[in-house]
């Protein structure tokens, strides 16, 4: 498995309903989650395969901003 992790804007439950489906259907059979006390409000995503361009893509259609951390 590969870990990904990823600084975001999601600072409110709001936000992160509105990411949620989409996660949900980018990231198939792989485990996510926020952080949305560090003050960079980390996604961490554990997969085979993150798609990260497509991530932070489909992200940004949505008005979020999403940088993976390297």
Known sequence: MIVSVY???VNTKTKLRKVKPVLNRILLNSKW??????????????????????????????????EELF
């Open 33 to 66: 989650n926020f952080d949305l006390e560090d003050s960079d409000k980390i996604l961490r995503v554990e997969s085979a395969k993150c798609p990260s361009g497509l991530l932070i893509s489909e992200l940004y259609k949505i008005g979020i901003h999403c």
């Open 7 to 9: 600084k975001t804007n």
